[in-house]
Structure formats: structure tokens, C-alpha cells
């Protein structure tokens, strides 16, 4: 069984790669922008055509939220464009794609968590181009699955608990936003996750009805301002840490004020356990 991986050198790409000998009788492809540009066509067709992947896992995005704002072309390319190129190509070969979305698909205006099933109504660039790129793929071919996820972090690349580690080195004081809530989402489990629902596929070949959105994040909820001190607490960290308002921390982009998921399909459809966020927090610190 072959599992073609984009954008591999990403945070989630690298999570896939350091479960993937979990999975002996998968064949993993990792494929970075340089082998596999998804905004070209030719490129993916190419790799498919090398490769004859039964799944393949889009992990490549634009991922950069605020520097989207000054750049709408080129997250629309990545983002949405790129998406279809995948969408074409996997149908082309009669591969099942999974592709990575995210909660900032909603304005974060509910009180309780998001069903897959909830209206998007993204208020940013980024969250406006990943909604494209889920609807681009829903339009194109139907054996996808559309992971929707949240504040993901890892021993990989760059993200939010990686930046509070840095800051805890450079000074003693921070404040953090503590009135937007959410869920952290350790990628190493979000890559079980995916890996979970390509073995459940090649078991159980996924009837039409199974295919679509599904939302993962790990358990729980919190403000990037718990999340911030979970991190310093479980590194015996000293600092000052002061909750703010999102007002008093703007950003270009404007973020959802509630996004958290509710993961009952995805744990129903595919008997998956999901962990507490400080579970995770804490085996994700431990791999640093
Ligand atoms: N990080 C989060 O908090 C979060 C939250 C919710 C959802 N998500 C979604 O989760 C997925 C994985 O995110 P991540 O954190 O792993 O992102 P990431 O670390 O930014 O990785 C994305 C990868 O895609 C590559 N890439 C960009 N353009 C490409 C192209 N045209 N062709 C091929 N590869 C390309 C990037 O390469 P370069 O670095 O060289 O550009 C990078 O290696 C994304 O779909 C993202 O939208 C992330």
C-alpha cells in the first residue's frame, strides 16, 4: 500500500514520518515542494505517475495566518488552487485523498463546539482559502476525507508551544491573549489519526457515505493563555505570564474567538481515542 505525503517537510509531514515505522506494511512517499509542487499539475501528475499512490495525505499548505493577509494571491494559489491540482490528479489514478483543514474556517461566533455540519464563515485570508481549497476538493472528487484541526503543535517546525519555550529563554515577563478559546492539537496525533483512517479504508473499503469532513483536535478546551502556562508549568519554567485581550494584541488577521471542535464522528466513525490536550502537551514537551 502506497501513501504519498505532501509537503513533507512541514511540522505534520515530519510527525507522519516519525510514526510511520508503526505502519509496516505501508509504503510512505515524502514529498517535498521541490518533487511535488501542488500548484502544479504536471508535477503532481508526475509524482502520481512515479509513485501510483493508493492515498495520499496534503499536508502542504500556506500556513503563514497573518502574512496571508498581504499575500491573498498566493494562499489562494497554495490553498485552494493546489488543493483541486490534488483533488484532479488523485481522481485521475483513483487514489483517496486526506486533506488537512482548520477551525479558522469559522468566525468563532458559537458557544458550544463545531460540528462538522456548521456554517463556515471564515473572517480571515488564510481561513477564507483553506474553506476554497475544502469546497474545490468536495467539487472535484469524492473519495476525500477533509480533516479539520486546530492550534496544531509539535517537536517539529514552528509553532506556539516551540515560541513560548524560545520567549521563557529571552525574558521573565508575557502576556498571552486569554479571550480566544480553543484546542491544542499535538500533530503526532493528528498523524495516528489520519494513519488510522487509512488502515480503517484499506480494511473496510469506505462506502461514498463515509467520505468527507471530519474534525480532529485533541480533548478538551483552553485560551492560548492556559496553553502558555501548561507549557511553562510542565518545564518548571519562571514567568510572569499576564492574561490580555485580543484587543490589546492585534494582529492583520483576525482569529475565531471559540473554535473548538467537536470530534464525535471521527471518533464514532473510526473507534479513535482522542487524548486530553495536557496529555498531549506533556508527551510532545518530552520529545523535545
Ligand atoms: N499549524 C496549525 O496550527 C494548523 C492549524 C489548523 C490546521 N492546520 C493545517 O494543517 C496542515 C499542516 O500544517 P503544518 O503545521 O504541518 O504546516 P507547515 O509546517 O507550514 O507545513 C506546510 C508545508 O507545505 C509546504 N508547501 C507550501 N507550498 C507548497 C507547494 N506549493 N507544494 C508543496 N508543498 C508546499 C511548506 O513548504 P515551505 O515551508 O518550504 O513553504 C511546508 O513544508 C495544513 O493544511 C494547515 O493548514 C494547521
Redesign the pocket.
Known amino acids: 500500500m502506497v501513501v504519498l505525503v505532501?509537503?513533507a517537510?512541514?511540522?505534520?509531514?515530519q510527525s507522519i514520518k516519525f510514526i510511520a515505522n508503526k505502519y509496516p506494511t505501508i509504503q510512505f512517499i515524502y514529498t517535498?515542494?521541490y518533487e511535488?509542487?501542488?500548484?502544479n499539475i504536471e508535477s503532481c501528475a508526475n509524482a502520481f505517475l512515479k509513485y501510483k499512490p493508493q492515498f495520499c495525505i496534503n499536508?502542504?499548505?500556506?500556513?503563514a495566518v497573518d502574512k496571508a493577509e498581504s499575500e491573498p494571491e498566493k494562499a489562494h494559489l497554495?490553498n485552494c488552487i493546489?488543493s483541486k491540482n490534488l483533488a484532479e490528479v488523485c481522481k485521475e489514478n483513483d487514489t483517496i485523498l486526506l486533506h488537512?483543514?482548520?477551525?479558522?474556517i469559522f468566525d468563532g461566533a458559537s458557544k458550544t463546539p463545531y460540528l462538522e455540519s456548521d456554517l463556515p464563515n471564515p473572517q480571515s485570508v488564510y481561513g477564507q482559502t483553506?474553506l476554497e481549497g475544502e469546497i474545490a476538493i468536495q467539487n472535484t472528487w469524492e473519495k476525500h476525507f477533509i480533516i479539520r484541526?486546530?492550534?496544531?503543535y509539535s517537536q517539529f517546525?514552528a509553532?506556539f508551544m516551540k515560541t513560548m519555550l524560545r520567549l521563557a529563554s529571552e525574558r521573565d515577563s508575557l502576556s498571552v491573549v486569554s479571550d480566544q478559546i480553543g484546542t491544542p492539537t499535538n500533530?503526532v496525533d493528528l498523524a495516528e489519526a489520519l494513519l488510522t483512517i487509512i488502515q480503517s479504508s484499506i480494511t473496510h473499503h469506505p462506502s461514498l457515505a463515509t467520505f468527507g469532513i471530519y474534525n480532529f483536535s485533541n480533548e478538551g478546551q483552553c485560551s492560548w493563555y492556559d496553553f502558555a502556562a501548561a507549557i511553562f508549568k510542565q518545564k518548571e519554567l519562571k514567568m510572569d505570564l499576564r492574561p490580555i485581550p485580543t484587543s490589546a494584541y492585534p494582529t492583520p488577521a483576525s482569529r475565531p474567538a471559540y473554535s473548538v471542535l467537536d470530534k464525535t464522528k471521527i471518533k464514532n466513525t473510526f473507534n479513535i481515542e482522542v487524548n486530553e490536550w495536557k496529555t498531549s502537551l506533556v508527551r510532545g514537551i518530552n520529545l523535545l
Open positions: 505532501t509537503g517537510n512541514g511540522q505534520l509531514g517535498d515542494y511535488m509542487d501542488i500548484t499536508t502542504a499548505a500556506y500556513t497554495i493546489g488537512i483543514s482548520t477551525d479558522f483553506k484541526t486546530s492550534w496544531v517546525g509553532n500533530a
